[in-house]
C-alpha cells in the first residue's frame, strides 16, 4: 500500500484563493520532503525541498511567497499555492526519502490543481 | 485504480553487460509512460517518456524503453551498462486525461566494475 498520502488528489479553485496540499509519510519519519510540479507531457520540476523544523529550500525561479512550504512535523510537510491564478494549473507530487535525505523515494499520488 | 509495478527492487549487472529493468502497469485507458533516473546525491531526472507514436522510445545516456500495450509494459533497457549508470530508476504512468500520476517503487541498479 501506499506509504506517503496526497491530499487531495484533485482540486478545483477560483482565482485569488489559497489552496493547501497536503503531503504525509504514513509508516515512517520524513525530516526531508520534496515538492514537484509537473507541466503537461513534461518532465517533473523539483520546487522545493521541505525540511522538517527548519525553512524550505527553494529552486531557482519558485517564488517562496507564492508556493508556501511548511514542515511541522516529522510525517506531515504541506505546500499552500497562495492567491492562486490560472497559471497555477498543474499537477503537483510530493516524495520522501525512505531513510534519509539521500535515499530511493515514495511518491505521493499527486495533486491535479485546476485554477478557473 | 491504476498501479505500477516494478518487480525488481535491486538489479546488479556486470559493467558493459546488457541491463532490462521491467516496469508494467495497469490502466483501461491510455496513458502516458516515463523513466526517471535518481543518482546518488541528486534528484530526479527524466530518461525518456512515452507519448504517442513509435514505441520504442530512446533516451538520454544510451537507454531506450519499447511500450508493449498488450502487455501493459515499458521496459527499460541498455546494450551495455557503465559504472555510472549506478542509480535508482523509476516507472511512472499518467493517464492522458492528466488527473493522476503514479510511480513504481523503483528498481536499484548496481554496476559492478
Known amino acids: 500500500g501506499a506509504v506517503v498520502s496526497q491530499h487531495p488528489s484533485w482540486v478545483i479553485c477560483k482565482s485569488g484563493t489559497s489552496v493547501k496540499i497536503e503531503c504525509r509519510s504514513l509508516?515512517?519519519?520524513?525530516?526531508?520532503m520534496f515538492w514537484y510540479r509537473q507541466f503537461p507531457k513534461q518532465s517533473l520540476m523539483l520546487m522545493a525541498t521541505?525540511?522538517?523544523?527548519?525553512?524550505?529550500?527553494?529552486e531557482q525561479g519558485v517564488e517562496k511567497d507564492k508556493f508556501l512550504i511548511n514542515h511541522a512535523s516529522l510525517t506531515l510537510s504541506t505546500l499552500t499555492v497562495t492567491s492562486a491564478h490560472p497559471e497555477d494549473s498543474s499537477f503537483y507530487i510530493c516524495?520522501?526519502?525512505?531513510?534519509?535525505?539521500?535515499?530511493?523515494?515514495?511518491f505521493g499520488n499527486g495533486t491535479r490543481l485546476t485554477v478557473t | 485504480a491504476q498501479s505500477v509495478t516494478q518487480l525488481d527492487s535491486q538489479v546488479p549487472v556486470f559493467e558493459e553487460a546488457p541491463v532490462e529493468l521491467r516496469c508494467n502497469y495497469s490502466?483501461?485507458?491510455?496513458?502516458?509512460l516515463f523513466w526517471y533516473v535518481q543518482y546518488p546525491n541528486q534528484g530526479l531526472q527524466l530518461l525518456l517518456k512515452?507519448?504517442?507514436?513509435?514505441?520504442l522510445v530512446k533516451g538520454i545516456n544510451g537507454f531506450e524503453a519499447e511500450f508493449n500495450k498488450s502487455q501493459t509494459s515499458f521496459h527499460l533497457r541498455k546494450p551495455s551498462v557503465h559504472i555510472s549508470d549506478t542509480a535508482e530508476y523509476f516507472c511512472?504512468?499518467?493517464?492522458?486525461?492528466?488527473?493522476?500520476?503514479?510511480f513504481g517503487t523503483g528498481t536499484s541498479l548496481t554496476v559492478i566494475p
Open positions: 516524495s520522501a526519502p525512505r531513510q534519509g535525505w539521500n535515499s530511493p523515494l515514495h
Open positions: 490502466s483501461s485507458v491510455s496513458v502516458y
Open positions: 521541505s525540511n522538517e523544523g527548519s525553512k524550505a529550500t527553494y
Open positions: 512515452y507519448l504517442s507514436g513509435s514505441t
Open positions: 509508516d515512517f519519519q520524513a525530516t526531508t
Open positions: 511512472a504512468v499518467s493517464e492522458n486525461t492528466g488527473n493522476q500520476f503514479y
